[in-house]
């Protein structure tokens, strides 16, 4: 095991050291860029040079950059004052090779570029939005769109200076990752020349144009501001108020001050995200501009944001990863280094409610079949973006969050100093952070990390009694119940964990080297049950005997956050084929008075989960009369109006309870009550309303409701609002509707995620009805190249095998998109989703008998006793 393991790793760094073609060499070496642009939001196209200043340092006939999607005017290389003629030719994954008439080249070059393109309206390099009819110009280059921009060496070890400077029409502001160096203005023109940068990736550079107006950030000790579209200035509050505090804590923790010159953070239309940028953070506006009232979960949404992307002023910006496949590192720690501070410095956003999230997401792919190690070998003509997903963030977190306790937070502290110090302005690979880690605490970090980062999947652990004082733990890889590989995987495991004796809890910390093993806990008589995750450190399935459970929800032992997590193990051995669903179903009607929305949550995910799997084989009403003896009660103790303040469980118990309530004609009309009393009343409408929203829409869609939504999303000028009444409008089941709806989506000036969120609202209805599916399926068959010109691809294509409902559309798919027409990520997403729909067939054959005797005897019980 150890042996085939190695060689794994062999194999891996042997690849990485063969050239890859696609991928530039450093035989011609930047050391600085000067860019300039014509920059006019009006228009849809723009113009620019740029001058680059290379070191060719041993004889070359031809030398390559990066550069596609705009045309060359002009371009010549300079050497001193002597001029060599050069041709150029633009290759496939978006190369740029410079051949010059006479070869060779050595020494300094000067390599001069013109050039003109045209602005995206999706997001993806110089881009533009527009709000309340005026036009915005801004830009997102991770990972590979600065090539799509200007000529440049887009590749993130290519790090150095550059100097940017932009022309546009003189009313409008502009601003870059650095301070103004001097403006001039030219009749209706201005030109804006920035400060140099600090040594960057092409990644990282940024630049914006329009009517954008700003405020200052308080409390920081470098200029800052909040740059908004037109009229938005007073709804900006929350980031602008936290982000003094964030950045302290940051700098305290890397005792170092925040590293460049300035910090804007600016919030824009149709992004998705948020991008680091040095000094010019780009948010999606919902991040930056708040509604009237924000809920709780917005709010730390929105700390755990501007915390990340702050941190990667240091991990990321000030050191850079040397390649795309560590980008787990970069955003892993990112997430780490949030969650860490979010939990000191803000408790009150329940901070590990999100940790709870990311450990979800992470697992979504890490418990099939066809997940991969965190660290992906990337190679040139693969697209980075693939690679950014809950493996990348989640899992990455997790695991250094693990590793963090187990070397103490002192110790990983002094480490992040250290190579700080020594790699700033640099760029590394994980190895130098880890080995860094192993050489201050004296542990094998390593071995730990590699065990999480090179090995797929989850580890599955499980807690045995063994005697009064020892407890046996066994590990494997966890694996579906349709997955019939065999591994051998074996991870080397620190455990944070606490026994209870039937009097008091003990927390431990023990190290699991092998496949199984015993520990005794001398001192400690008559174990009554053991849990594997205090605090939710370690990243893994725990999973304890049938009988643990019901003693330890009961008890105050275990935090909230625990139970839901130890909870959520009975679901994961269901979906593994080891645990009876009706045991779960069971559990659920014995705790069905419980008022702890952790509990609750928990059984409301795994209620949805068997009644999605299980429905149409059982007699739907007898478990309505299940629903209303276990399901109602947990809705009504989680309550059916949302507050503010609450919890995301009781947010998340509620949406998925409605969702099992669905046909229940009493929770139609209380929820219709809500959803237009929301409707009337609130003066914006997010997120938190979406439970109600559906059944309105779906029950009573009408024209004039249609009429009413419309009008209301037409004058939204909240992001969060406008991206649910997007997906409300999807959710209208009248079939002219639906036709007209989707229509829409195609319309001038949507945002390209409201498009896709009006699909996704069509798509989220097959849940009750799958009649829809015979609407959308062929209009997507009919519009998918016009989609695919408003929306980005990448999120498109990751996000279409989510349409294949069950096998029967898989035809339809491969007919849509053949084998050799898919991208690499939309074939990941869809294997994924084979194997969910793999999962669900071999559970019905597996369970579907016991759980539609289970109800029916469930109905019979209830009767009688009643
Ligand atoms: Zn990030």
Same mark, same amino acid.
Request: neutral net charge.
């Given at each position: ?378 190679? *040139?003509? =693969? @697209?980075? !973006?693939? %690679? ?9 977190? $997790?695991?250094?969050?693990? &590793? ?118 001398? *001192?400690? =008589? @008559?174990? !009554?049950? %053991? ?9 893994? $399935?725990?999973?304890?005997? &049938? ?320």
């Amino acid at each position: 095991m150890r042996f085939l393991f190695t060689f794994f790793l062999l194999f891996q760094s042997l690849i990485s050291q063969q050239v890859d073609p696609h991928r530039l060499n450093h035989n011609a070496e930047p050391i600085f860029q000067t860019i300039h642009l014509n920059l006019n939001p009006d228009k849809n196209d723009y113009s620019g040079s740029t001058i680059i200043s290379l070191k060719i340092k041993e004889e070359l006939s031809s030398f390559r950059l990066h550069g596609s999607d705009f045309n060359i005017t002009e371009i010549e290389l300079r050497q001193g004052s002597e001029l060599i003629s050069v041709g150029y030719e633009f290759l496939d994954y978006g190369l740029l090779k410079i051949k010059p008439i006479q070869a060779p080249l050595i020494g300094d070059y000067k390599l001069y570029v013109t050039f003109n393109g045209t602005v995206s309206k999706k997001g993806e390099g110089i881009s533009k939005f527009v709000k309340d009819s005026l036009n915005y110009i801004y830009t997102q280059f991770q990972a590979i769109k600065a090539r799509k921009s200007f000529p440049c060496f887009d590749e993130p070890n290519f790090k150095f200076p550059y100097q940017i400077s932009i022309t546009s029409p003189k009313e409008y502001l502009v601003v870059s990752n650095t301070p103004i160096e001097t403006e001039t203005v030219n009749g209706s023109e201005k030109t804006v020349l920035f400060k140099n940068t600090k040594p960057l990736p092409s990644y990282l550079l940024a630049f914006a144009v329009g009517p954008y107006e700003t405020t200052q950030i308080p409390g920081l000790k470098i200029p800052g501001r909040i740059i908004l579209p037109k009229g938005n200035l007073d709804k900006s509050r929350i980031a602008k108020n936290m982000t003094a505090k964030l950045l302290t804590a940051l700098e305290n923790y890397f005792g170092m001050p925040y590293p460049y010159e300035k910090l804007d953070f600016i919030g824009v239309s149709g992004h998705g995200g948020a991008m680091e940028n040095p000094g010019l953070v780009v948010y999606m506006e919902g991040l930056l501009i708040d509604a009237e009232e924000v809920p709780l979960t917005q709010k730390r949404d929105i700390a755990y944001f501007v915390a990340h992307e702050l941190a990667h002023m240091w991990f990321g910006d000030l050191v850079t990863l040397e390649w795309w496949d560590d980008t787990w590192l970069n955003e892993g720690f990112a997430d780490w280094i949030s969650m860490e501070i979010l939990i000191q410095q803000f408790p009150e956003l329940k901070p590990r409610e999100q940790l709870l999230k990311n450990f979800n997401w992470a697992l979504w792919g890490d418990v099939k079949a066809t997940t991969e190690p965190i660290h992906r070998i990337v190679q *040139g003509d =693969d @697209n980075p !973006e693939d %690679v950014f997903d809950g493996l990348t963030y989640a899992k990455s977190q $997790i695991v250094l969050r693990m &590793i963090e306790s187990w070397i103490g937070r002192d110790t990983f502290k002094k480490a992040l100093n250290n190579y700080f110090k020594k790699y700033k302005w640099k760029n590394t690979t994980a190895d130098d952070l880890i080995i860094t880690l192993q050489k201050v605490s004296g542990k094998n970090v390593k071995q730990v990390m590699n065990d999480f980062v090179f090995q797929a999947g989850i580890p599955l652990l499980k807690a045995n009694l063994k005697d009064a004082n020892t407890i046996q733990l066994t590990q494997q890889r966890y694996k579906g119940v349709e997955n019939g590989n065999e591994y051998n995987t074996l991870w080397h495991i620190p455990l944070s964990i606490k026994i209870y004796d039937g009097n008091t809890v003990h927390k431990k910390k023990i190290f699991l080297n092998q496949h199984s093993e015993e520990f005794s806990f001398p *001192g400690i =008589d @008559n174990i !009554e049950w %053991v849990y594997l995750k205090e605090d939710l450190l370690g990243y893994f $399935i725990a999973v304890v005997p &049938i009988r643990f459970y019901t003693n330890m929800t009961g008890q105050p032992y275990l935090t909230k956050y625990e139970k839901n997590d130890l909870l959520s193990g009975l679901g994961y051995s269901h979906l593994a084929g080891i645990l009876n669903p009706t045991d779960i179903l069971d559990m659920a009607y014995k705790l069905r008075q419980s008022s702890d929305p952790s509990i609750i949550e928990t059984f409301a995910t795994r209620i949805y989960t068997i009644w999605n799997i299980y429905k149409e084989g059982f007699n739907a009403e007898d478990f309505s009369i299940f629903a209303n003896k276990t399901v109602l009660p947990l809705l009504e103790s989680v309550g059916y109006g949302f507050s503010l303040v609450e919890s995301n469980s009781k947010t998340n118990a509620r949406d998925l309870l409605f969702d099992v309530l669905g046909q229940n004609p009493d929770v139609i009309k209380r929820s219709n009550k809500f959803a237009n009393k929301y409707l009337k009343n609130e003066n914006t409408l997010n997120s938190k309303h979406r439970p109600y929203l559906p059944r309105l829409f779906y029950s009573e869609g009408t024209l004039e409701l249609h009429e009413e939504i419309m009008s209301r999303l037409k004058n939204s000028n909240i992001a969060d609002e406008r991206w649910l009444l997007s997906q409300t409008i999807g959710w209208f089941k009248n079939d002219i509707l639906v036709k007209k709806n989707l229509e829409y989506s195609l319309s001038a000036d949507l945002e390209p995620f409201q498009r896709l969120f009006i699909a996704m609202g069509v798509q989220s209805m097959y849940k009750w009805d799958i009649e829809n599916k015979q609407t959308l399926i062929p209009w997507l068959k009919q519009n998918y190249v016009t989609l695919k010109e408003k929306v980005s691809e990448d999120i498109l294509n990751n996000w279409l095998p989510f349409f294949v409902w069950d096998y029967d559309d898989l035809s339809l798919f491969n007919d849509l998109f053949p084998k050799d027409k898919r991208s690499r990520s939309m074939q990941k997403s869809l294997e994924k989703r084979i194997e969910t729909l793999k999962k669900n067939k071999k559970l019905r054959e597996l369970y579907g008998k016991d759980v539609k005797e289970y109800l029916s005897g469930f109905g019979k019980s209830v009767e009688a006793t009643q």
